[in-house]
């Protein structure tokens, strides 16, 4: 695991206040996530000199990414960091990320995130209550279950997946002949359990950090959708801070998502050996069952082009 930068850059002077500031997320605290939460830690309090406290919360502990962000907009936590799809109600915007294949290399993830497209999307997410500050990733899913090796859309028939709240999601796995159900992340593992469902689909550090192999034999790395994370403040605690510490914390959240991509690509192929190791028995694709895949999928672009926009779909391809 890449170590957590040294804390640099001088002292930022605010006002003669102290502020605490909770930030909350879904995901474990074993995860790449958190790992890059403990960094913005040391950088906002090294940097405020102790006047922003910053206190962590993994696993839903404060609420699933949904909740968080209503907890935002209520002013009762000051900061979040959710995948982009459980927000699409919000910003429909943000179902592109949701298109499956559209983002074939991290790298590609990297200069829409960055660039003019990722900067935009941050200027509409800060609204609502929200202030929208800067990208880390959740990353590539991967498909687990408990039934049988998956290695074409025909393994897929009638599996009972669970997705997040997302339509986008909900008719990939329609399309493919599963049988998906949207549901809070809080509530996966259980239900994987007990068989409420047969399957979910997340990056290699979830399935790990959320002890998914112990609850399901198959993976297959299907890569099929990126997740950004977007990094959000509340709009009640951001009006609240001086100047200075506004940028204080977007500078944190910049560095926080160079970090925290690092973590996570590091651990990436790390995580799936590990899991291999653990007794998961995991498929991996070739490029013509991906293409199976994609082929398959072709409907949900046909159904989904309009509503996202077709420049913004063709400007993200034609970085391939
Ligand atoms: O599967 C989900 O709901 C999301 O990927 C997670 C793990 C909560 C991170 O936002």
Excluded: C
């Excluded at 995901?27 to 406290?53: C, M, P, W």
Aim: aromatic letters at 8%; charged letters at 20%.
């Amino acid at each position: 695991m890449p170590p957590i930068p040294d804390v640099s850059g001088s002292v930022v002077e605010g006002d003669d206040n102290d502020y605490k500031l909770k930030f909350s997320i879904g995901t474990t605290q074993s995860g790449a996530q958190y790992r890059g939460l403990e960094y913005f830690e040391k950088i906002v309090e090294a940097r405020s000199d102790g006047h922003i406290q910053v206190e962590l919360f993994h696993s839903a502990q404060l609420g699933d990414d949904l909740q968080a962000v209503s907890a935002l907009q209520s002013g009762t936590l000051e900061m979040t960091a959710p995948s982009t799809s459980p927000l699409v109600n919000m910003f429909p915007q943000f179902a592109v990320f949701d298109l499956p294949f559209l983002f074939p290399t991290p790298e590609i993830a990297d200069e829409v995130l960055d660039g003019e497209i990722g900067d935009s999307m941050l200027d509409v997410a800060s609204s609502n209550g929200l202030v929208a500050i800067g990208w880390a990733e959740n990353g590539y899913r991967q498909l687990t279950n408990s039934q049988t090796a998956v290695d074409s859309p025909d393994d897929l028939s009638g599996l009972k997946v669970r997705t997040m709240q997302n339509p986008i999601h909900l008719d990939i796995w329609r399309t493919l002949g599963a049988n998906p159900t949207p549901m809070s992340f809080a509530e996966l593992f259980t239900a994987l359990e007990q068989g409420v469902v047969d399957g979910q689909e997340n990056p290699w550090i979830t399935i790990q950090s959320s002890r998914f192999n112990e609850v399901q034999g198959y993976a297959s790395e299907t890569n099929h959708v990126y997740t950004p994370f977007i990094t959000l403040v509340s709009e009640r605690f951001w009006n609240k801070l001086p100047e200075n510490y506004q940028q204080l914390l977007v500078d944190a959240a910049q560095q926080m998502g160079v970090y925290e991509r690092e973590v996570s690509r590091t651990l990436n192929d790390q995580i799936k050996q590990e899991l291999i190791d653990d007794g998961m028995q995991i498929t991996e694709l070739t490029p013509e069952q991906v293409a199976t895949f994609q082929q398959s999928l072709s409907p949900v672009y046909d159904e989904w082009r309009e509503q996202i926009g077709g420049d913004l779909i063709d400007a993200i391809r034609a970085r391939s």
